[in-house]
């Protein structure tokens, strides 16, 4: 499974857009890449997937560039609430039967009022 | 509501000390999965079932862990003479066969 890169930790405002932008340069050509969101003391919620371009759901839009080597998880105007882990994870759909999800360190987002 | 519950939410033994861990599908997903997650890093995967059959089990899954899916619906995972390290949140996830997953609130346990 591709190794994946992301910041330790963002801080943010209420009402701002958030970025948060993950690398992985050596992702191969059937990774997908997918995103989770864990709050303190609950289990990770899956969030969004993507392979390439632009995927929007009501949660979030996550942007892939040509060359794949990287995403960016964009939430549109934080609150409070989106205080949380968000994880980035890269894995082959085709090859990887298992399906079992590898995760890193994550980034911790701190939302103020 | 994930569809997945889990039980005890909290629980604290003595070392040495077996514990058993239960995983609810509400809903009907053939995949289950188990992860540990320790403090301040991402959940690691331990083991998963395509119905009943175990099918992948982690180098991290000692001979001291063993996990049941008896019947494809719910599952049970127990650690024998509990060590500190076991110290962790054990979570359950359910799948269709893919990489989106539905993850239990988990259980934590405490070695003391």
């Known amino acids: 499974l591709a190794k994946t890169t992301q910041p330790i930790s963002m801080d943010s405002y209420e009402g701002q857009e958030v970025n948060i932008t993950c690398s992985h340069n050596n992702i191969a050509t059937n990774d997908y890449i997918t995103w989770y969101q864990q709050f303190p003391s609950q289990g990770p919620r899956f969030i969004i997937q993507g392979y390439k371009t632009k995927v929007t759901n009501e949660v979030a839009s996550l942007f892939i560039p040509a060359d794949r080597k990287s995403s960016t998880l964009s939430l549109p105007r934080v609150s409070l609430s989106d205080t949380a882990v968000y994880y980035c994870?890269?894995?082959?759909?085709?090859?990887?039967?298992?399906?079992?999800?590898?995760f890193g360190s994550g980034t911790r987002l701190l939302v103020r009022p | 509501d994930t569809g997945v519950s889990q039980d005890p939410r909290h629980k604290i033994t003595k070392r040495g000390q077996n514990v058993t861990f239960r995983c609810d599908p509400i809903?009907?997903?053939?995949?289950l999965y188990w992860y540990r997650q320790t403090l301040g890093q991402g959940p690691e995967f331990l083991t998963y079932?395509?119905?009943?059959?175990?099918?992948?089990k982690s180098r991290l899954l000692s001979d001291r862990f063993s996990a049941e899916r008896p019947k494809g619906s719910f599952s049970t995972l127990e650690i024998q003479r509990t060590e500190q390290g076991d110290s962790a949140m054990y979570l359950c996830?359910?799948?269709?066969?893919?990489?989106?997953?539905?993850f239990g609130p988990g259980t934590r346990l405490t070695v003391t």
């Open positions: 996830a359910l799948g269709r066969g893919s990489y989106e997953q539905y």
């Open positions: 994870l890269v894995g082959d759909m085709k090859m990887d039967s298992s399906y079992k999800l590898i």
């Open positions: 079932f395509q119905n009943e059959a175990q099918l992948e």
């Open positions: 809903s009907e997903h053939n995949r």
